[in-house]
């Protein structure tokens, strides 16, 4: 997609097809009324036979080192979001996000203690004119001398009349806690110390630094799209898209707080001094090391990349002008210099990152010092070390398993974290015992995915299917296949939304079963060259490569890091350098944004296959596929009726249909799962098939990475296909 952004020829071509009828009316498919209701003409229905032959399972990778293991049986919240500590307590607290915060103590058997409602407790007077409630709960933070003075610091957002009414809506507020057991915030102590903007980047996150100061995260206090609204991000003058640091120990008249006087930006003209770092758009967590009193802030990115910083005085950490190494808003820099980030995330193994700490207990010698972190989106875990501003190795620890949504730890040092969806406390464990999958097929014919390799025929129950959007494949054609193990089949929801009491990653229209496998393969001037498999462990979608044989006879699997290799060219003239891509470049496009199986979807299902009946209709009648309606219960197969008011992609080949309807199936097939929202791309444009014309950021739309110097460019031209 990044040849079409540029201006390239298959851009022009794109262009051209949509403004060939010089005007661009918005395409949709048509509804079922309007389409013909025909009769399904063919074969009669199919047999579905099972596949029983897979020896696609596990992976042929090692196995993480840890696994993750509940560490409170009896302990259950509703959304947690944070976890803190009192110093040198064995008492850990946790807060839910609509605002309820609950102790226990740090034994197997703990059972959850109220501690407040904020709900209930910030009674009428303590709330702004403008505000209606509690929204919700941030952050939680006790003072380094909280035995004595027993004061605490909940951060919390209120919710409005309007959003415009709560430019003081986020606030850090200080409290008095008994002294009972267990103990209990006393709502009416409240001392509101600092607030700021209210808004869907809050960050929220306070901690007390090594030097007794209360440093406090902000976001930029908006939505995700357009980025950075407000052009906050590297403008000192407010407190938002910062790390604030200041004193609670002591006042400046007019305020509950005093700013230190070595705060960076003390004496610059315009800024805010309670600013210590900057350029951040959705700080999400962050910790200092209890040994070296670095801070460690996690920063969730927009389109592409997901940060973990560093931060140090006056630091500039990029946000709008650059997400990551991208540039987003690179006209407008702040009064320092920007710092790269300490880590750098792309959205093919991380989509919202989770800030965590650096471990300095005594369980795992081999994890000590290592900054333990992870992704709340893709379930992941890392454990990275550093090397000066290098990140000198950054190993997942654990497989993918819960939606880590903040860390905590206990007196010695021992991490635990929450899950966002279960509402459980976690720990690590040792993952003993668990051996490296060597049975993991390394050749074509060891998958039990073909009958016969030479013939290319695949094994029984392995069914064949077609796509209506192509990719473009530089001359190469493609056959697609699935294979669901046994008789199990995808479920393919009416809506997208979860379904009751079954829980899912992500409300996806279709769900696959574990060991299922959507396999492709390739071929220049008739010669297989590559044959692509995605497989679903259960857990995880994995991308794998095998490269066939010169003399056809197989196919072997290609290292984690992909390969090239020469090959005949499409028209069997001479060779071309052909590459097989890492494991990872195969998540750049089947991500958790894009829903993974970009071909066995609905959209692109729809349409004839290769028994002449519809496939939608073929597939469901024999099981593949199960359609649930929004209650769960099963819906009856579809007929030609059901699955003509489905949405379809337009073959960009096939002439009979508008121009623009193929233009869109191009795109949508070759860049859609990439541009639209929150897909990867570092751009506004939202490509896929149904999106309308004026969302798409595209059509009389200048260019933002660049105009190579063309006068009066645009990305699409209404009626000037080669502008």
């Given at each position: 997609?990044?040849?079409?952004?540029?201006?390239?020829r298959r851009w022009a071509l794109v262009a051209a097809l949509m403004a060939v009828v010089g005007g661009f009316s918005v395409w949709r498919a048509r509804s079922a009324e309007q389409r013909p209701h025909t009769q399904e003409a063919g074969p009669a229905k199919a047999v579905r036979l099972p596949w029983t032959t897979s020896r696609v399972v596990g992976s042929p990778d090692p196995p993480p080192p840890f696994k993750v293991v509940r560490?409170?049986?009896?302990?259950?919240?509703?959304?947690?979001?944070?976890?803190?500590?009192?110093?040198?307590?064995?008492?850990?607290?946790?807060?839910?996000?609509?605002?309820?915060?609950?102790?226990?103590?740090?034994?197997?058997?703990?059972?959850?203690?109220?501690?407040?409602?904020?709900?209930?407790?910030?009674?009428?007077?303590?709330?702004?004119?403008?505000?209606?409630?509690?929204?919700?709960?941030?952050?939680?933070?006790?003072?380094?001398?909280?035995?004595?003075?027993?004061?605490?610091?909940?951060?919390?957002?209120?919710?409005?009349?309007?959003?415009?009414?709560?430019?003081?809506?986020?606030?850090?507020?200080?409290?008095?806690?008994?002294?009972?057991?267990?103990?209990?915030?006393?709502?009416?102590?409240?001392?509101?110390?600092?607030?700021?903007?209210?808004?869907?980047?809050?960050?929220?996150?306070?901690?007390?630094?090594?030097?007794?100061?209360?440093?406090?995260?902000?976001?930029?206090?908006?939505?995700?799209?357009?980025?950075?609204?407000?052009?906050?991000?590297?403008?000192?003058?407010?407190?938002?898209?910062?790390?604030?640091?200041?004193?609670?120990?002591?006042?400046?008249?007019?305020?509950?707080?005093?700013?230190?006087?070595?705060?960076?930006?003390?004496?610059?003209?315009?800024?805010?001094?309670?600013?210590?770092?900057?350029?951040?758009?959705?700080?999400?967590?962050?910790?200092?090391?209890?040994?070296?009193?670095?801070?460690?802030?996690?920063?969730?990115?927009?389109?592409?990349?997901?940060?973990?910083?560093?931060?140090?005085?006056?630091?500039?950490?990029?946000?709008?002008?650059?997400?990551?190494?991208?540039?987003?808003?690179?006209?407008?820099?702040?009064?320092?210099?920007?710092?790269?980030?300490?880590?750098?995330?792309?959205?093919?193994?991380?989509?919202?990152?989770t800030g965590g700490r650096v471990y300095r207990g005594k369980r795992f010698p081999e994890l000590h010092g290592a900054y333990i972190f992870g992704d709340w989106e893709t379930r992941r875990l890392w454990a990275a070390r550093f090397e000066g501003d290098r990140t000198k190795e950054m190993p997942e620890i654990t497989r993918p398993s819960v939606r880590i949504v903040a860390f905590g730890e206990d007196k010695s040092g021992e991490l635990?974290?929450?899950?966002?969806?279960?509402?459980?406390?976690?720990?690590?464990?040792?993952?003993?015992?668990?051996?490296?999958?060597?049975?993991?097929?390394?050749?074509?014919?060891?998958?039990?995915?073909?009958?016969?390799?030479?013939?290319?025929?695949?094994?029984?129950?392995?069914?064949?299917?077609?796509?209506?959007?192509?990719?473009?494949?530089?001359?190469?054609?493609?056959?697609?296949?699935?294979?669901?193990?046994?008789?199990?089949?995808?479920?393919?929801?009416?809506?997208?939304?979860?379904?009751?009491?079954?829980?899912?990653?992500?409300?996806?229209?279709?769900?696959?079963?574990?060991?299922?496998?959507?396999?492709?393969?390739?071929?220049?001037?008739?010669?297989?060259?590559?044959?692509?498999?995605?497989?679903?462990?259960?857990?995880?979608?994995?991308?794998?490569?095998?490269?066939?044989?010169?003399?056809?006879?197989?196919?072997?699997?290609?290292?984690?890091?992909?390969?090239?290799?020469?090959?005949?060219?499409?028209?069997?003239?001479?060779t071309r350098l052909w590459q097989f891509h890492s494991r990872s470049q195969c998540l750049l496009c089947h991500n958790n944004q894009s829903e993974y199986a970009l071909a066995f979807l609905p959209e692109q299902l729809n349409r004839s296959g290769t028994d002449g009946r519809n496939q939608l209709v073929s597939l469901t009648e024999m099981g593949y596929i199960q359609r649930v309606g929004e209650d769960g219960k099963p819906l009856p197969?579809?007929?030609?009726?059901?699955?003509?008011?489905?949405?379809?992609?337009?073959?960009?080949?096939?002439?009979?249909?508008?121009?623009?309807?193929?233009?869109?199936?191009?795109?949508?097939?070759?860049?859609?799962?990439?541009?639209?929202?929150?897909?990867?791309?570092?751009?506004?444009?939202?490509?896929?098939?149904?999106?309308?014309?004026?969302?798409?950021?595209?059509?009389?739309?200048?260019?933002?990475?660049?105009?190579?110097?063309?006068?009066?460019?645009?990305?699409?031209?209404?009626?000037?296909?080669?502008?």
């Amino acid at each position: 997609m990044k040849s079409l952004i540029r201006g390239g020829r298959r851009w022009a071509l794109v262009a051209a097809l949509m403004a060939v009828v010089g005007g661009f009316s918005v395409w949709r498919a048509r509804s079922a009324e309007q389409r013909p209701h025909t009769q399904e003409a063919g074969p009669a229905k199919a047999v579905r036979l099972p596949w029983t032959t897979s020896r696609v399972v596990g992976s042929p990778d090692p196995p993480p080192p840890f696994k993750v293991v509940r560490a409170f049986p009896n302990l259950k919240f509703t959304h947690p979001l944070l976890m803190a500590r009192p110093p040198g307590s064995d008492r850990l607290f946790v807060g839910e996000q609509d605002g309820v915060l609950y102790s226990f103590v740090d034994r197997p058997d703990a059972r959850a203690e109220l501690f407040c409602d904020l709900r209930k407790e910030i009674t009428t007077r303590h709330l702004l004119p403008e505000a209606k409630e509690v929204e919700a709960v941030y952050g939680l933070a006790f003072h380094p001398n909280f035995a004595m003075n027993r004061q605490c610091f909940v951060c919390y957002t209120l919710r409005g009349t309007k959003p415009e009414h709560l430019a003081d809506g986020t606030r850090v507020s200080r409290f008095t806690v008994t002294k009972t057991d267990p103990p209990r915030i006393d709502s009416a102590s409240e001392e509101v110390v600092l607030s700021f903007l209210q808004g869907g980047h809050n960050g929220g996150d306070i901690h007390f630094g090594p030097d007794g100061m209360l440093y406090i995260s902000t976001g930029d206090a908006a939505s995700p799209n357009p980025p950075d609204p407000f052009d906050t991000g590297q403008d000192v003058s407010d407190l938002l898209s910062s790390i604030l640091r200041i004193d609670v120990d002591h006042r400046t008249p007019g305020m509950n707080y005093a700013v230190p006087k070595d705060n960076p930006f003390v004496s610059m003209k315009g800024a805010r001094p309670e600013v210590w770092a900057y350029g951040l758009r959705n700080p999400w967590r962050m910790s200092f090391d209890s040994q070296t009193g670095e801070l460690f802030v996690g920063d969730v990115g927009w389109e592409l990349w997901e940060s973990v910083h560093r931060v140090e005085k006056g630091g500039n950490y990029g946000w709008s002008a650059m997400e990551g190494p991208q540039p987003i808003k690179p006209h407008k820099v702040g009064p320092t210099p920007i710092r790269p980030a300490l880590i750098e995330l792309p959205h093919t193994i991380a989509c919202s990152v989770t800030g965590g700490r650096v471990y300095r207990g005594k369980r795992f010698p081999e994890l000590h010092g290592a900054y333990i972190f992870g992704d709340w989106e893709t379930r992941r875990l890392w454990a990275a070390r550093f090397e000066g501003d290098r990140t000198k190795e950054m190993p997942e620890i654990t497989r993918p398993s819960v939606r880590i949504v903040a860390f905590g730890e206990d007196k010695s040092g021992e991490l635990y974290f929450l899950d966002y969806d279960g509402g459980t406390v976690h720990t690590l464990a040792r993952n003993d015992g668990v051996l490296q999958n060597t049975a993991f097929p390394t050749k074509l014919s060891a998958t039990g995915l073909f009958a016969s390799i030479k013939d290319h025929t695949p094994a029984t129950g392995v069914v064949p299917f077609a796509v209506n959007g192509r990719q473009w494949q530089d001359g190469a054609t493609a056959e697609h296949w699935a294979a669901f193990p046994g008789t199990s089949a995808a479920t393919l929801h009416a809506t997208g939304k979860p379904i009751p009491g079954m829980v899912y990653w992500h409300s996806f229209r279709m769900h696959f079963p574990k060991d299922v496998v959507l396999l492709r393969t390739l071929s220049l001037a008739g010669r297989r060259v590559e044959t692509q498999l995605l497989h679903y462990d259960g857990v995880d979608w994995r991308g794998y490569s095998f490269a066939w044989r010169d003399d056809q006879a197989d196919a072997d699997l290609v290292a984690a890091d992909g390969a090239e290799k020469e090959v005949r060219d499409a028209n069997g003239a001479g060779t071309r350098l052909w590459q097989f891509h890492s494991r990872s470049q195969c998540l750049l496009c089947h991500n958790n944004q894009s829903e993974y199986a970009l071909a066995f979807l609905p959209e692109q299902l729809n349409r004839s296959g290769t028994d002449g009946r519809n496939q939608l209709v073929s597939l469901t009648e024999m099981g593949y596929i199960q359609r649930v309606g929004e209650d769960g219960k099963p819906l009856p197969p579809f007929d030609a009726a059901s699955a003509a008011g489905e949405r379809k992609i337009v073959d960009p080949a096939d002439t009979a249909q508008p121009l623009e309807a193929r233009a869109r199936g191009y795109l949508h097939a070759n860049c859609g799962h990439c541009h639209f929202e929150h897909g990867g791309g570092t751009v506004a444009l939202r490509l896929q098939f149904s999106v309308p014309n004026a969302d798409m950021k595209a059509i009389g739309v200048r260019p933002s990475r660049g105009d190579f110097g063309l006068p009066d460019a645009y990305l699409i031209k209404p009626g000037e296909p080669w502008a």
